[in-house]
């Protein structure tokens, strides 16, 4: 038996190791080498995990520890500095993410609960993959690298209220007793945010005595991450919620830099986790049955995103091709979307096919979203070129 799992382990492991070094020579994020091993991995390629149920749990696991270090690398202070292009820029994005969904869905006949769906998870992009990318690029510190790590984090904090309201558009046949304790906890977890914002660097009771302890500094961490995931889910709503929130606590937390120090190891493998996980869950088969459709949606995501957080940017004080650059680099839909897309599901708002689609389009998007990038700088640096001449003349 342990030698099955053994190989099992070595040939996920050999499979991540080739795409990731066949990736990273042609000049691509890790992450997209991580979502094709998974279809490799998956039903769809070798076969060589096909339990269903295994799956969503290691996918709820990955998201879990992703969610938690991606609220790590939340500064609040930083957010707060920034907060007239991060809040007002990322607010104007969702609204018309929501609309132009709405718009959509009014013509398609879905209901409302859907097309608000449609609109949440369009408007959120990928941090996972644009913070690596943002690297690469050595975009950090620049203005755009700060206007679109801003944006991403406030993208990323809105998410606890899109997961409370999907939760009640699809609970509607839940009694009082049910809804009651979830509105409880999310406004807990909302004043807890605002508490924190308003208290940087507090102290973590114990936090000086586990910090002098290396082992009780792994387990100490893995409470905090997986206490507060549970609580979450205990009171029914997401569990990478909580998670995301304590990667928040941790990270504007006095005395608490141990606890990303101890658990840097784990976030390579859990994003890997994550990612390929994703990739398991699609189908091959209904990607190429519905694969028009689906690179049509995607591709029309790339523009609606490029073009209307560009046009924001661009009121907010941008130039023209600093406004766009950074629309095409939020151009693609991110992990939390995702999970926006298993809450749905969850709760009835879409079906097993909708998922499939959302799985499949958002998977795609990551994929595509590095050449769109590319593709979309080349031409704004032609334009910038062909308008600097014109204007010299």
């Given amino acids: 038996m342990i030698d099955s799992y053994l190989s099992i382990v070595i040939g996920i492991s050999a499979i991540i190791l080739v795409l990731g070094l066949l990736f990273r020579y042609w000049g691509q994020p890790v992450i997209i080498a991580y979502i094709f091993a998974g279809i490799l991995i998956g039903p769809s390629g070798f076969g060589i995990v096909t339990d269903q149920e295994l799956m ?16 790590m ?29 709405s718009l959509a869905g009014y013509a398609l006949g879905w209901p409302f609960a859907r097309s608000l769906l449609i609109g949440f998870v369009i408007s959120i992009s990928s941090t996972a993959l644009l913070v690596k ?12 690298g700060d206007n679109v790590l801003g944006i991403l984090l406030v993208q990323d904090v809105a998410v606890i209220p899109m997961m409370i ?82 990667g928040i606590l941790v ?56 073009f209307v957080k560009g046009i924001v940017l661009k009121l907010l004080g941008d130039t023209w091709s600093e406004s766009f650059y950074s629309g095409a680099l939020l151009s693609q839909i991110g992990e939390f979307s995702f999970v926006l897309g298993a809450a749905a599901l969850h709760t009835g708002i879409i079906t ?8 499949a389009i958002i998977s795609i998007s990551l994929v595509l979203s590095p050449f769109w990038i590319q593709i979309f700088k080349k031409n704004m640096d032609v334009v910038e070129r062909l308008h600097g001449s014109m204007y010299r003349w």
């Fill in 352 to 359: 097993l096919v909708g998922y499939q689609y959302v799985i």
């Fill in 251 to 306: 990270a504007n937390g006095k005395e608490t830099k141990w606890v990303e120090n101890s658990l840097h190891s784990f976030h390579i493998l859990f994003v890997a986790i994550f990612f390929v996980s994703i990739g398991m869950l699609i189908d091959i088969s209904f990607v190429l049955e519905h694969l028009a459709v689906i690179l049509g949606a995607v591709f029309l995501v790339f523009f609606i995103n490029t």
């Fill in 165 to 246: 309201i999907i939760s009640f558009m699809g609970g509607s046949n839940e009694s009082l007793t049910h809804i009651i304790p979830e509105l409880l906890i999310g406004v807990v977890l909302i004043a807890l945010f605002v508490w924190v914002s308003r208290h940087p660097d507090f102290k973590v009771p114990c936090a000086v005595r586990i910090r002098k302890d290396h082992d009780l500094r792994i387990f100490a961490a893995l409470v905090i991450c997986l206490g507060l995931a549970f609580l979450t889910s205990f009171f029914g709503l997401s569990a990478s919620l909580g998670a995301f929130i304590a």
């Fill in 133 to 144: 990318v943002l690297g690469e690029k050595k975009l950090f510190g620049t203005r755009v």
């Fill in 56 to 71: 969503s749990v290691i996918g709820e696991v990955g998201v879990i520890m992703l969610l938690f270090f991606i609220g």
């Fill in 73 to 101: 690398e939340i500064s609040l202070p930083k957010l707060l500095r920034n907060w007239r292009v991060a809040i007002v820029g990322t607010g104007a994005t969702i609204l018309l993410s929501i609309g132009i969904a």
